[in-house]
C-alpha cells in the first residue's frame, strides 16, 4: 500500500510504504525546468524509478507500479520479527511464571 502526500505549494509530494523504511519524495527538478524527478532520502533511487516525469501523476503511477510488486525490504522484515519474538517470548515467560506460582 502506498500513501501519497501532497504539497502543492512546493510542487513535491512524499510517498510512505509499508514495504520500505525510507521515504520516496517526488519534487520539481532543479533548473527551473517542468520536469519532475524521484528521490529517496537514504541510499540511491533504483533504476526502475531514475529519469524525469512530465508530471507528478505520471511519477505517481511509476512509483506505485515500482512497489506492487516489491517485496518487503529486509530491514522492515527484521523489524517485524523482532516485534513478533518479543511478543512470543513475553507470551512464554508468563505462562512460566504462572505455572511456577501456582
Known amino acids: 500500500m502506498v500513501d501519497f502526500f501532497h504539497d502543492t505549494e512546493n510542487q513535491r509530494c512524499v510517498c510512505k510504504t509499508d514495504k520500505l523504511k525510507s521515504e520516496i519524495t517526488i519534487e520539481k527538478e532543479l533548473g527551473g525546468y517542468r520536469f519532475f524527478i524521484i528521490t529517496v532520502n537514504t541510499g540511491s533511487v533504483p533504476k526502475e524509478l531514475s529519469g524525469r516525469y512530465s508530471s507528478i501523476p505520471k511519477a505517481q503511477k511509476a512509483v506505485s507500479d515500482y512497489l506492487r510488486n516489491k517485496s518487503k525490504s529486509s530491514t522492515i522484515k527484521r523489524d517485524e520479527y523482532a516485534e513478533n519474538f518479543m511478543k512470543r517470548k513475553k ?12
Open 91 to 102: 507470551v512464554k515467560d508468563a505462562a512460566k511464571s504462572k505455572s511456577k506460582s501456582s
